[in-house]
């Protein structure tokens, strides 16, 4: 079977698909349009690299890590772990047009400057909506790419389309979950292909997620409660708030939580990884014990390799981030939001699938996922 | 006169005949295999002060032809037989009147249709009608046949039906040509003797229509255009119309059995010359009808027969109804020919075949290894390539199981892999617009799957106002793309009026497309489809979104019409940088050759690379914008220069 029709029927169809966009701008075949990924004529190869690079065709989590990080520090439910922090960026016109406290931004930029990438490929959305691939080389693009989008972009189009030719010799990539295992598959295809592919991935940095939206059932949504051109913003706030806020030019809109369950993407509830795990250095929003508002702007980062040890510490010490205190409540409370994720996927593949060995992508042999099967509520 | 014989097609020779017969009027639709019958007629305008014209339809050019009639002149129309369906409501009424001057319909079938959506037996409608109609064995005799009939209907008052089949149209024989007459009758419209058919003059003329019939057949009783041959004593007869007479004729010369078959050939077939037919009845036991397409020779000659009461003896009828007359797709299906006949007369005869049955299908087979695979693909550099990409993906990325309804047309071809498989329903001019319209109100029934109409821009003239209209008035949600190429190209670059730019004409006056949809108040866009496939597909998609009428019309002139049109001029050729295409490395599976699938893009094998024909490229630059490496650029022929 051709991989185009092999990733239709294996991934598309079954909902498995996360419009991560690896598998498109490789060829012609497949699309990503308004948050799907379309399979438009037929190819004939059998091993493409759409193939190799998807997310959700065969993933082998523990060779995968072990290819690239370090035994020694594997959290099971967070994966690799040098740290945890909380940080936001110093900058406070930079802070006040990001997401949460504009650590990804400013790192980015950061990374540019030192010479860690060369390039970034970027989400830039219009308040959360139509978001589009952005390949910045400049600190100014950098920035256009502020805020998150829960239509979740193909921003790995951009990233195929980055690494052909010699323009780009270290680039950036920010992305979910999905998109950053992908790129970990990407580079160790590319490795085997090509020598030098490997070496044109400068910095991965994972955003934290629990879920993303439908593309067309968010547009619809958002019009039902505001116009698009007023829209700058929008968050979804931790499970106890119940509301999605949209930030307008009219003020702040809440939207309960129940319009927007029935709007998530589909191939999100397949998802195990909650912060990321295949990244250098991973981002979320922060949580505190003493509730959300009160690290409201504040993100939670975890450092998973030694390069992204050296950003942050660069970050440090040239003042581009400030660091706040933390209790070991974040850690715990992050590990149970992580592990909640990977139990819930996997309820969720083991009802698809009607089978406890059959994981569809996933490999029930992988020692944590064993772990899980092998415990309450599963055993 | 001098007489002289020149080798003429079967179509030339009825224009010829229309010629010499006094014709001051031709018209009619484009349509094979009738097509260059009016073309034919075009050469002899000027020289012969003739007026010709293409007509958008069938109904209007019949309609203007019958003007002539009803001023005293000849006039002559001609169509494929879908057409007679068209103008048959015209027809059958026109029927009624007494006509003034000679009004001649010729009309085409097409069995075992090279290129029709259906196999119709035009010949019904003379029943129908109750008119005269005529069927040529030989080039020869169509033309004899025109310049009779165009004088037979001014004698009669009716109209008079032509009818040929696509081999007798299209084959070419030696024809002995006579003088030509021009018109000697001023036109003149007698306001006198209106014709007018209000109900209560209906019974009226329909009775002495029926009168004219009976002196008509007692005309053809005498007709030489009927013939027999063979012995007089002959217990088996093979009555046969039309090119039926030739394969009769070969298949008893083949078995030598001039001596004892005789052959009947009809050249009236409507009203049939019962008192003939009836001789030939009684003198024979066995009776083998041969004729194309529907057995309708065979059928009236046994009501004929019935209607005698048993005065003919008893006689063994043999053909389509008993099946031995039959080519490979059975009884009244497809064309037959000589062996078809020489299998009926072994089979009625028991007599050996002289060679054996699997001959055909061995040199078929044989041929077949001679011929290089080409399946049915559009032009190189044809727009509707661009257009039928387009439509395909924005219904993909639509993704409501979206399909297109076509329409007759080079486009039609669609159906296969040149137009990727879009086209999933096809039936008559104009036919697919009225389709996507009935789509559309299925949706109260729980239906989803939008549905895109498409045609082109002479099939647009012809016969999708209507449904337009319709679509439009009744509250429709249909997409319609109108494929406008400036011409009427798949029957031979034939002017209509979507006929501007580089086919324009003194002889038309252009109607935009656009203009007559956004006069019926329906939202329109105009665009080139090859020049921006990006654009074409995000208007497709955009405009499936909206509720209502939409159309869309993909204009750029057809590129053979082009080609032919601009000889020497100025050529562009698509070249592939060798450097730039990546081949099996690439990823695109050989997107180009395999997919876009023009017939100027080739795969050399050996170096695993993409060129380009430049020879037969027509340089329309739609690779250009489709290859994922921008390996394609567009160089001047002459100069080698790189153009884009
Ligand atoms: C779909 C989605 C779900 C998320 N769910 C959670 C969650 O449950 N819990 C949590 O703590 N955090 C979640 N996040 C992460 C959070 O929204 C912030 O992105 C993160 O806290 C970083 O904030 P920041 O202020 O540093 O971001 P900023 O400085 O504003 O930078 C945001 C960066 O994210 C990129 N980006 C935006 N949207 C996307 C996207 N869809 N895909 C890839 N890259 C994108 C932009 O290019 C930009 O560089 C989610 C993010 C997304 C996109």
């Known amino acids: ?379 | 006169m001098n007489e002289k014989r020149i080798l003429l097609m079967g179509n030339e020779a009825i224009a010829r005949g229309a010629l010499e017969g006094g014709v001051s009027y031709s018209t009619g639709y484009p349509g094979n295999p009738s097509s260059e019958i009016i073309e034919t007629m075009f050469s002899f305008k000027d020289k012969h002060e003739i007026s010709v014209e293409w007509s958008v339809n069938e109904i209007v050019a019949l309609e203007a032809a019958a003007a002539f009639s009803f001023a005293g002149l000849h006039a002559m129309v001609a169509m494929k037989q879908n057409g007679i369906n068209v103008c048959s409501d015209f027809l059958t009424t026109v029927a009624l009147d007494d006509l003034k001057g000679g009004l001649l319909l010729v009309v085409c079938d097409d069995p075992g249709p090279l290129t029709s959506s259906n196999e119709e037996d035009s010949r019904h409608f003379a029943k129908i009608a109750q008119v005269p109609l005529l069927e040529p064995s030989t080039p020869q005799e169509a033309k004899e046949m025109a310049k009779w009939l165009l004088n037979f209907s001014k004698q009669m008052g009716i109209p008079c039906i032509l009818r040929s089949v696509s081999r007798l149209s299209h084959g070419r024989s030696g024809v002995t040509l006579d003088s030509i007459e021009r018109p000697k009758a001023e036109p003149f419209f007698d306001r006198d003797k209106p014709l007018v058919g209000l109900p209560h003059l209906v019974t009226i003329n329909h009775g002495k229509l029926l009168q004219k019939m009976e002196k008509v057949q007692q005309i053809f009783e005498q007709s030489p255009f009927n013939q027999y041959e063979g012995p007089d004593d002959a217990r088996l007869i093979i009555m046969t119309t039309g090119l039926g007479f030739l394969y009769a004729r070969e298949a008893v010369e083949t078995l030598s059995l001039t001596d004892t078959v005789g052959i009947l050939k009809i050249g009236t077939t409507w009203p049939l010359p019962a008192g003939l037919l009836q001789k030939y009845l009684k003198q024979a036991d066995e009776v083998l009808f041969v004729e194309e397409i529907d057995p309708f020779l065979e059928d009236q000659v046994k009501v004929l027969y019935a209607e005698t009461n048993g005065e003919m003896g008893a006689v063994k009828f043999y053909g389509k109804k008993s099946g031995d007359v039959q080519g490979p797709g059975g009884p009244g299906v497809g064309e037959i020919n000589g062996d078809v006949v020489l299998d009926a007369l072994t089979k009625i005869l028991q007599r050996e075949r002289p060679w054996s049955k699997d001959y055909a299908q061995k040199a078929a087979a044989h041929a077949e290894k001679m011929l290089v695979p080409r399946e049915l693909s559009f032009c190189q550099g044809c727009p509707h390539r661009a257009s039928f990409l387009a439509i395909k993906v924005a219904l993909d990325l639509d993704g409501r199981q979206g399909f297109v309804v076509g329409d007759i047309g080079c486009y039609g071809l669609a159906a296969g892999a040149t137009g990727f498989n879009q086209i999933k329903a096809l039936h008559c001019m104009g036919s697919g617009m009225g389709n996507a319209s009935g789509f559309s109100k299925l949706k109260s029934f729980g239906f989803n799957q939008p549905a895109v109409a498409v045609a082109g821009d002479s099939t647009f003239y012809h016969s999708c106002i209507p449904a337009l209209v319709n679509a439009q008035a009744n509250k429709a949600d249909a997409l319609f793309v109108v494929l406008d190429n400036s011409v009427t190209a798949m029957t031979g670059f034939q002017l209509n009026p979507a006929s501007c730019g580089v086919a324009a004409s003194d002889l038309i006056n252009p109607i935009p497309v656009e203009e007559l949809t956004r006069g019926l108040g329906i939202k329109t866009a105009v665009l080139d489809p090859v020049e921006d496939i990006g654009k074409a597909k995000e208007t497709v998609y955009n405009f499936l979104q909206e509720d209502g009428v939409k159309v869309i019309v993909f204009r750029h002139v057809c590129a053979t019409f082009k080609k032919k049109k601009i000889k020497d001029g100025q050529r562009s050729s698509a070249r592939v940088d060798q450097e730039k295409c990546l081949g099996e490395q690439c990823g695109c599976d050989r997107f180009c050759v395999r997919i876009i699938n023009c017939p100027a893009i080739q795969y050399d094998s050996p170096k695993a690379k993409a060129y380009i024909e430049e020879d037969i490229c027509n340089g329309c630059s739609m690779c250009l914008q489709l290859c994922p490496q921008k390996a394609i650029m567009l160089v001047d022929t002459a100069t080698g220069e790189v153009v884009k």
């Open chain 1, 1 to 379: 079977m051709s991989c185009t029709i092999e990733l239709e029927k294996g991934v598309i169809d079954t909902d498995l698909c996360t419009n991560c966009g690896a598998c498109t701008n490789l060829c012609p075949y497949l699309i990503s349009f308004k948050g799907r990924v379309i399979r438009v004529f037929n190819c004939e190869t059998e091993n493409g690299r759409c193939h190799a690079f998807c997310p959700r065709i065969n993933v082998d989590s523990e060779s995968l890590r072990d290819d690239f990080f370090d035994k020694e520090i594997y959290v099971p439910e967070i994966g690799p772990f040098y740290g945890l922090y909380l940080t936001r960026a110093t900058d406070t016109g930079l802070r006040s047009n990001s997401q949460h406290g504009g650590t990804t931004t400013a790192l980015l930029e950061l990374a540019l400057k030192e010479g860690f990438i060369d390039s970034a490929v970027l989400t830039q959305s219009t308040g959360g909506l139509e978001p589009q691939t952005i390949i910045a080389t400049r600190p100014e693009d950098i920035r256009n790419c502020q805020g998150s989008s829960f239509q979740i972009p193909p921003t790995l189009a951009g990233l195929n389309e980055a690494l052909k030719g010699e323009a780009y010799k270290k680039i950036g990539v920010v992305g979910t979950p999905c998109k950053t295992l992908a790129v970990y598959k990407m580079i160790k295809k590319l490795a085997t292909d090509d020598e030098h592919g490997m070496d044109k991935i400068g910095m991965v940095f994972g955003l934290f997620c629990g879920w993303g939206l439908d593309w067309l059932g968010l547009d619809d949504l958002v019009k039902r409660h505001t116009t698009v051109n007023k829209l700058k913003q929008m968050d979804i706030l931790p499970s106890s708030f119940g509301v999605m806020e949209l930030k307008t030019e009219d003020g702040l809109i809440e939207i309960p939580l129940d319009e927007i369950y029935p709007i998530i993407k589909e191939s999100c509830k397949y998802c195990t990884d909650f912060t990321a795990e295949f990244s250098d250095i991973s981002i979320g929003g922060a949580r505190s014990s003493a509730g959300w508002k009160v690290d409201q702007g504040w993100n939670q980062l975890i450092v998973r390799t030694e390069k992204g040890k050296e950003l942050l510490e660069i970050a440090r010490a040239k003042g581009v981030l400030e660091f706040k205190d933390m209790e070991p409540y974040n850690l715990d409370k992050l590990k149970k939001a992580s592990m909640n994720k990977k139990r819930t996927g996997l309820k969720n593949l083991i009802e698809k699938t009607g089978n406890k060995s059959d994981l569809m992508y996933l490999s029930p042999n992988d020692p944590v996922i064993k772990g899980i099967l092998n415990s309450a509520p599963f055993k």
